[in-house]
């Protein structure tokens, strides 16, 4: 398994990927998730992050393109755990 974030410009379009991912991959709440990063003026740019098998992650990178995402992050889960 991968996790990938992307940033998007737009709460709107992140909005619109995550709910492309989930429908595609069947994917529950607690397997991706959409947040904004901050406001900025007129634009509130947000990131989705979630985690997903290697052998998917072309489609997962096409869905998070069509909304005009970034890929900004893709690491192995276990990179992700939390350390004592």
Request: aromatic share 4%; charged share 35%; hydrophobic share 45%.
């Amino acid at each position: 398994m991968r996790v990938i974030a992307a940033r998007f410009r737009e709460w709107s379009r992140a909005q619109t990927a995550l709910a492309a991912l989930r429908e595609r991959f069947g994917l529950r709440v607690d397997q991706a998730e959409a947040g904004v990063l901050a406001n900025e003026g007129e634009e509130r740019p947000a990131v989705v992050a979630g985690q997903f098998r290697e052998d998917r992650i072309p489609e997962v990178a096409a869905l998070i393109t069509d909304q005009e995402g970034e890929i900004v992050a893709d690491v192995p889960r276990e990179q992700t755990e939390l350390r004592d």
